[in-house]
C-alpha cells in the first residue's frame, strides 16, 4: 500500500526546490509527485551539483529522479530574492496539490516553506498555508508541531498577542481539542491519548488573580469533554508544563498561542521538527522553518525537517490507506 503524496517546494527563490532535490536522491517510502516550476527545481538541482531527471506523473522514478506537475512562474527565480510576481504560482501549487488530495489523487501533502511577506506584497492575503488548505476543504483544522520527543498543538495561530485571549472561545477550544483528540487517535494509533492544556495567563491565572480565562473558559470545557470520554490535564501553568518528568506523562500539549510552547518544541529538537495540519481529510505534513534566502542555492541547507515531513506524510499516508 505505497502511498502516493504531493510535494510542494514552496517560495522558489528559497531552499524549498534544493530540499526536494535533496529528498529525490534520498528516496521515501513513497511516490512523490512535486507540483512547481520545472525550471526552478533544475535550477536549485544545477546550484547544489546534483542531477535531477524529472519525469511525468504516473511513471516510476527512481534516485535523482522526481515526477513533476507544472506550475509555471511568471518570471525566473533568483536566489535569495523572493519575487512578489511569482506569489500567484506558490499558491497556484498548494492549491492544485491540496485539490489533487481532496479528490484522492494523493494519499497526503508535504510542503515547502513560503515567503508570506512576498505573497502579500503580491496582492494576495495570506497568513498561513495552514488557513489556506483549511479554506480549500472547509474543515476546522488544528496545527500541530512535532519531533521525536514531543507534539505540541495550537488553540490559537497567526494572532497578534492582543487578539489571542478573545479568539479563545469555549466553542472554538472545544472543536480544537475534538480535532486533536481524533488525529491522535486515528493518525497516531492512541487509544487513550493523554492531552495537557496550557492555561493562557501566567500561573494558569493564579485562581483568578493573573486572569479569568481559565477558571470562565478553559476549565469548564475540560469538564465537558471530560464528560465524553477525553483524557485531559490542566489548565496547566506553561512554565512548569513542559518539565521532562511531566512530559512523560503526556501524549500531546496544547498551548494557548504560538510563542507560548513552540520555542519549548523548536528547542528541543528543532532539525527535526515538522508541522501537521490536523484535521483536513488528507495528512499534510509541513517543514518548522523559513525559506532562508540567505542560504538560497549555495547548497547549505539542512534537508533534516523535509525529510521528517515526508517520512511522516507517507507513514499517515499509509496508516489511512490501510483498510
Known amino acids: ?4 503524496l504531493a ?11 534544493e530540499l526536494c532535490v535533496r529528498l529525490a ?13 520545472p525550471d526552478a527545481l533544475l535550477a536549485a538541482a544545477a546550484a547544489i551539483g546534483l542531477p ?3 519525469r511525468n506523473p504516473g511513471q516510476a522514478c527512481g534516485p ?10 511568471a518570471r525566473p527565480s533568483r536566489f535569495g530574492h523572493a519575487d512578489p510576481a511569482n506569489a500567484p504560482a506558490v499558491v497556484k501549487a498548494l492549491l492544485d496539490a491540496g485539490a489533487a488530495c481532496l479528490a484522492g489523487d494523493h494519499d497526503g501533502l508535504v510542503t515547502g516553506p513560503v515567503h508570506k511577506a512576498s505573497i502579500n506584497d503580491g496582492g494576495i492575503p495570506y497568513t498561513g498555508t495552514t488557513e489556506l488548505l483549511a479554506r480549500q476543504a472547509g474543515t476546522n483544522v488544528v496545527m500541530m508541531l512535532a519531533n521525536p520527543s514531543l507534539r505540541v498543538a ?8 492582543r487578539a489571542v485571549a478573545d479568539a479563545i472561545t469555549a466553542r472554538a477550544l472545544t472543536l480544537t481539542l475534538q480535532v486533536l483528540h481524533a488525529a491522535l487517535v486515528r493518525d497516531f494509533g492512541l487509544a487513550a491519548p493523554r492531552i495537557a492544556v496550557l492555561g493562557l495567563n501566567p500561573h494558569a491565572g493564579e485562581d483568578g488573580h493573573l486572569g479569568h480565562e481559565e477558571i470562565t473558559t478553559i476549565a469548564p470545557v475540560l469538564q465537558a469533554l471530560r464528560a465524553q470520554g477525553m483524557d485531559l490535564i490542566g489548565p496547566l501553568p506553561a512554565d512548569t508544563a513542559f518539565l521532562p518528568q511531566r512530559l512523560a506523562g503526556f501524549d500531546a500539549v496544547l498551548a494557548m498561542y504560538h510563542d507560548q510552547g513552540l520555542p519549548v518544541l523548536k528547542h528541543a529538537g528543532f532539525e527535526q521538527a515538522v508541522n501537521i495540519t490536523l484535521g483536513l481529510p488528507y495528512p499534510r505534513v509541513a517543514v518548522d522553518h523559513g525559506t532562508a534566502l540567505e542560504l538560497a542555492g549555495r547548497g547549505l541547507a539542512d534537508p533534516s525537517s523535509l525529510f521528517a515531513a515526508a517520512d511522516l506524510c507517507a507513514q499517515l499516508g499509509a496508516r489511512r490507506k490501510t483498510p
Not at 510535494?7 to 526546490?17: K, Q, T, Y
Not at 536522491?25 to 516550476?37: E, K, T
Not at 535523482?64 to 512562474?73: D, I, N, Y
Open 1 to 4: 500500500m505505497r502511498p502516493r
Open 154 to 161: 495550537l488553540a490559537t495561530t497567526h494572532l497578534p498577542l
Open 7 to 17: 510535494l510542494v517546494p514552496g517560495e522558489p527563490a528559497g531552499i524549498g526546490p
Open 52 to 54: 535531477l531527471r524529472l
Open 25 to 37: 536522491h534520498r528516496g521515501v517510502a513513497a511516490d512523490l509527485v512535486a507540483y512547481a516550476d
Open 64 to 73: 535523482g529522479e522526481l515526477a513533476v506537475q507544472p506550475v509555471p512562474q
